[in-house]
């Protein structure tokens, strides 16, 4: 069965989003990162200092959401 974690990644990444995930050697609990880098391609697998930079990078270069 897939984590909480491991599914939440699955389902953006098959949603066609981004995921970034925390280097595992950076981890306070490196299970959680290892369990998502099993079941999903990470766009970027970063130490926590670096994530939120890193995801406003990504955020500056995706089209605006469109209004349904």
Request: neutral net charge.
């Amino acid at each position: 069965a897939l984590s909480d974690g491991a599914a939440g990644v699955l389902a953006i990444k098959s949603s066609g989003g981004k995921v970034i995930v925390q280097d595992p050697n950076d981890a306070r609990n490196e299970g959680m990162p290892r369990s998502a880098l099993q079941f999903v391609e990470a766009d970027a697998v970063l130490p926590a200092n670096e994530i939120a930079g890193a995801a406003m990078r990504m955020l500056a270069v995706l089209p605006p959401a469109r209004n349904r």
